[in-house]
């Protein structure tokens, strides 16, 4: 069933070539096992703690087609509709959504120093001082 | 007052640049509308109208300590001439990842939209659907609980409120005033992939003071005292239920609402009402389409209390039963089509055709027409 998947997730990004690869990065030091479900979650603010127990620091880029391709291919929503979602969270007072860095470097300098963050950047953008947990 | 409050809190979360995680969101909501000919629906007719549905807010939240949130939100709505009220001011505390107590003004949970009901940039419609929505209390002040998380695949989230509300509201087209004490209402909703059930159970004492029925409430206890106490909404026992289901497959979905409110001990008719939605999500495009009801048309109650009358009084006592409850009996029917428009990730455009089809009342009929601008910061 995953490799259906990611055959179908291979054909849709081959037929989009226009789009970069992400890589969804975090600290170094986080050891915890992430899932896509797991990253789902702590996107949508579902999910506050790591497997190990600390807690989810999420981080997001500012709209842009990174941000778009993350929203379709992890969260399966539209930016629009990734917004909708958080203006429902925000005005209940049950959630804030993921702090915003403008550029690759701001997440990447942001996640090599802090040990419970999350983000992804363009998979060409990524250094030795972050872990990649996965690529689109 | 109002106005000072907001004045305090603009200038209190303006002087306090040391709390630096004070939270500013906003929302707006521009809604335009006219009816066709010469049909009256809320606050429309056959002249474009901008007031009746548009809506401005600020919500100030600020993380108090790690576990202590407190939240305002001021909102001014077009059909108020634009007074600033404030919605809701409560604080939360987080007692752990799973659950969380608020205190103070808030939102009670009876629909799936409760929460962002003013958020229109949260939703589809133009207003969600008032045969549904359109209950006199949203908000109340007390206290909520709420309780969720993941049991495997399956997310879960309890929540329980209780308080009091004072409300205006419209009944036989006329303005009432509900006062609900010690309401209690439990939430459950369970979501699984696209799927989402939800169920509400809730109940308040209940009192309403309408202009439209005192006098014949009035009238009515000079025959029977009794009678009259059992027809009028005197800290009555209020019950209301609520199923809804949403399946959301991302280029499609549909979901829909049944609601059940009852007042048994007094003249008011039991409603029931639902609706059904969905639409496709096309790019920026959402086209939708809409079906509702609401129906206040029951039975006539406690007719059979009119035989204990001597014969003479009985005609009186049966035109107080039966006017009482026929002035607010009403059945309804509404068909929208819309579509929603995603400018970018803040801001939609909407437009969307309501006919309303009214099976009491043939003259209600209408047609009703809006567009509308949401944006949120």
Aim: charged share 20%; glycine share 8%; hydrophobic share 40%.
């Amino acid at each position: 069933m995953k490799k259906a998947l990611s055959v179908m997730a291979m054909a849709l990004s081959l037929s989009l070539p226009a789009l970069a690869d992400i890589a969804i990065v975090v600290n170094p030091a986080n050891s915890s096992d992430i899932s896509d479900d797991n990253i789902k979650r702590i996107f949508l603010g579902k999910e506050k703690r790591f497997s190990d127990g600390s807690e989810t620091q999420p981080v997001n880029l500012k709209e842009g087609a990174s941000r778009d391709q993350f929203n379709e291919m992890i969260l399966g929503r539209s930016s629009s509709q990734v917004s909708a979602y958080w203006s429902k969270l925000i005005f209940t007072g049950k959630g804030t959504p993921p702090k915003e860095f403008t550029t690759d470097a701001d997440i990447l300098s942001h996640i090599a120093s802090n040990k419970n963050a999350i983000g992804y950047v363009d998979a060409a953008s990524v250094n030795d001082s972050v872990k990649v947990i996965k690529t689109l | 007052m109002k106005k000072h409050i907001l004045a305090l809190a603009i200038a209190s979360s303006l002087s306090v640049p040391a709390m630096a995680d004070v939270r500013i969101n906003g929302f707006a909501n521009l809604v335009g509308g006219m009816t066709s000919s010469d049909d009256r629906v809320k606050g429309y007719d056959d002249d474009l109208t901008f007031s009746e549905d548009s809506s401005f807010a600020l919500q100030f939240s600020g993380d108090v300590n790690d576990k202590v949130s407190a939240t305002a939100q001021f909102i001014a709505r077009g059909n108020n001439d634009y007074e600033v009220d404030m919605e809701w001011a409560y604080m939360t505390y987080e007692v752990s990842d799973a659950l969380s107590v608020s205190a103070g003004r808030l939102r009670v949970p009876l629909f799936a939209y409760s929460a962002s009901l003013d958020v229109g940039y949260s939703y589809h419609w133009i207003t969600p659907p008032e045969s549904v929505y359109a209950v006199s209390f949203s908000n109340v002040d007390g206290m909520r609980v709420n309780y969720g998380g993941f049991s495997g695949d399956v997310e879960y989230n309890f929540q329980f409120a209780t308080g009091n509300t004072s409300n205006d509201f419209e009944l036989g087209g006329q303005t009432a005033h509900l006062e609900g004490k010690n309401a209690l209402v439990f939430t459950a909703e369970a979501i699984y992939g696209g799927f989402k059930v939800r169920g509400v159970a809730a109940q308040a004492e209940i009192t309403i003071d309408s202009p439209l029925l005192t006098p014949a409430f009035a009238q009515l206890s000079q025959i029977s005292p009794s009678l009259s106490d059992l027809l009028a909404v005197r800290e009555d026992r209020g019950a209301f239920y609520g199923i809804g289901l949403e399946y959301d497959a991302h280029d499609w979905f549909v979901m829909g609402e049944y609601t059940r409110v009852t007042l048994t001990d007094s003249f008011y008719p039991g409603e029931k009402n639902f609706y059904v939605t969905g639409g496709l999500r096309l790019g920026q495009w959402t086209p939708f389409a809409t079906v509702e009801s609401s129906d206040m048309n029951t039975d006539l109650k406690f007719l059979e209390k009119t035989a204990a009358f001597p014969a003479e009084l009985q005609p009186a006592a049966l035109q107080a039963l039966a006017g009482t409850q026929l002035a607010v009996r009403s059945e309804s029917y509404r068909y929208s089509l819309g579509v929603r428009y995603d400018v970018e990730a803040n801001l939609a455009l909407k437009a969307q055709v309501t006919r309303i089809d009214d099976r009491v009342n043939e003259l209600d009929d209408a047609g009703l027409f809006r567009v509308g601008v949401n944006y949120v910061f």
